[in-house]
């Protein structure tokens, strides 16, 4: 079956395991955002105790009794203040979650990427390997026009013969590679797409016409990427990472207090009663070494690392997008220049295989039209998939 590139697009969006992976990996943090939001819950335990005592008393064997206390015992514990620990703790599970969304994008761009990779290079190869077959159809012509006429005696020496059979040999060889570099590249593409390797698509040719750049505004672009980009705010939520560490550490300097409510029923020789207590529990750490506080200026040198990571990485996007967007003003141009080359080329082929069938130029010269009919065409392939993924960085970089 035939498909396009947008199909295929499409296919790796929906089957692709490592974007499925990375969905896992959100809804891990997902869960951990639910446990964290708990903290804040009272906790709740049920506690049941039954003693056994040994009994030697005249008796002929030992025996365990269950005549001793036992009790049964319910205990709430409810956090009142921890320091904002608790509050912390859940804003850096939440900003995990969606750290993990954002990477989310980027691995999605980035097989997206490869997919288009591999799908530029089974076009390349797809012609190559044509290219290789029509010159092996007109060596053997050649072949036989020449080998009719050496067997009716006519003036043909054997050595020309013999260079047309070398050179079929030779391009049968650069086919057979062709074929074969095609079909990995096709088994790489089924493995993004999340397919059987043995699946069997035709992939129709690529047009560049429609992919034109006057929609692109450079400093609006990056106003957007700095905002919206996803490379963007994974760095943002980092820096906001870092200062909730720093809120963590300095929570040590604080008091925690927690209430307490507990119920108790025990049964002590025959005799059952129950009480309970509420209890405030407050605990506070006096002295520690100056640990604390070492702990407290580690973290703010952890986060000043991350300003001015978060500062180098925005002056690296605005620096890629622009780099980028001049990339993609050279590459278009020469898309289509090379694109004119090719049919070009492909006509003065044409030309030369009659030519050449004809007995009008040597298979020297036959064969250097065809080397840069095939130059062209690999380089051709090269633009267009260079091209395109240019493109998609640029407009990943903007989401």
Known sequence: METTLEDVLKKVKENNREIKVQNLIVKEREYEVKKSFKEFLPTVELEANQEFIKDEDGSEKNEWTNDGDKYE???????????????????????????SEQENNLVGYDVEERAIFYYFEILNNRTQAEISQRVIENLKD??????????????????????????????????????????????ALYLLMGINLDSNYTFADYNLVKNGLESYDLQ????????????????????????????????????????????????????????????????????????????????????????????????????E?????????????????QQVRLELLKENLEIDSLRY????????????????????????????????????????LLK
């Open 73 to 99: 015992r319910l205990n709430v514990n409810i956090p009142i203040f921890t320091g904002w620990r608790n509050t912390n703790n859940y804003k850096k599970s939440v900003l995990a979650k969606d750290i």
């Open 142 to 187: 050649q072949e036989k026009r020449l080998k009719e006429l050496y067997e009716n005696g006519q003036m043909v020496p054997k050595s020309e013969l013999l260079k047309v059979d070398a050179d079929i040999v030779a391009e049968e060889a650069v086919k057979e590679r062709r074929v074969q570099e095609q079909r990995s590249a096709e088994e």
């Open 220 to 319: 609006r672009d990056t106003e957007v990427a700095l905002t919206e980009g996803s490379q963007a705010k994974i760095e943002e939520l980092r820096l906001k990472d870092a200062d909730l560490d720093v809120k963590l550490a300095r929570a040590d300097l604080l008091p925690e207090v927690f209430g307490t409510y507990e119920y108790r029923i025990s049964d002590d020789d025959d005799d059952t009663f129950s009480d309970y207590q509420v209890a405030l529990t407050a605990r506070w750490e006096i002295f520690s070494w100056g640990s604390t506080l070492d702990d407290i200026n580690q973290k703010k040198v952890v986060k000043e690392q991350a300003e001015l990571n978060y500062s180098n990485r925005m002056d690296e996007i605005s620096l």
């Open 321 to 337: 997008l622009r780099n980028n967007y001049r990339e993609l003003l050279t590459l278009y141009k020469e898309v289509h220049s």
């Open 357 to 396: 069938l004809n007995g009008l130029i040597e298979a020297i010269d036959y064969l250097s039209s065809v080397s840069d009919l095939s130059e062209t065409a690999a380089t051709y392939f090269s633009l267009q998939r260079e091209f395109l993924l240019r493109k998609r960085e640029y407009e990943n």
